[in-house]
């Protein structure tokens, strides 16, 4: 994240970062991350980090290749931590276990409204907590890893 700290700033990151941030998520996708020009990739980061809309930042992300919903949580998520947590797998069960969402059990196949579903209950936690939502969603995420049996992708 520190290695980040100035795209918000510019709002707009370079390939190089892009692949950081990609490879920090998922680096087994790095060949569909390594097939977006340099010039693509900064129209697409000025655009997203541009906009207010939530919806659209996160649509804009995922028109790049290789880019799922959990990989532009993560983008959005280095770049900065204090407004957005990673779509993630773990935390995804822990708050189905919970009740707190009610579909997609086994934490996969994400759409942008789980998203948008899973980014309010993390900003309303964070917000009676009084804490980044980043910190929110990795303390979500180590109670998943206490709590797990079994393996993580059955």
Known sequence: MKRLTGVRS??????AEFLLMCRWKSPRAMHH????SAVRIRDV???????RDERKRIELLTGLRGVSVPIASSILTLIDPKRYGVLDIRVWQLLFALDVVTS????????VDDWEQYLTVLRRHAQE??????????TLFQC???????????
């Open 10 to 15: 510019r709002r707009e990151f370079s390939r």
């Open 33 to 36: 991350y390594r097939r977006n």
């Open 45 to 51: 980061a000025r655009a997203a980090l541009g906009t």
């Open 104 to 111: 997609k059990p086994k934490g996969r196949g994400f759409s």
């Open 129 to 138: 907590l009084g804490a980044p939502v980043r910190t929110v969603e990795y």
């Open 144 to 154: 998943h890893r206490k709590w797990q049996t079994g393996r993580l992708y059955d």
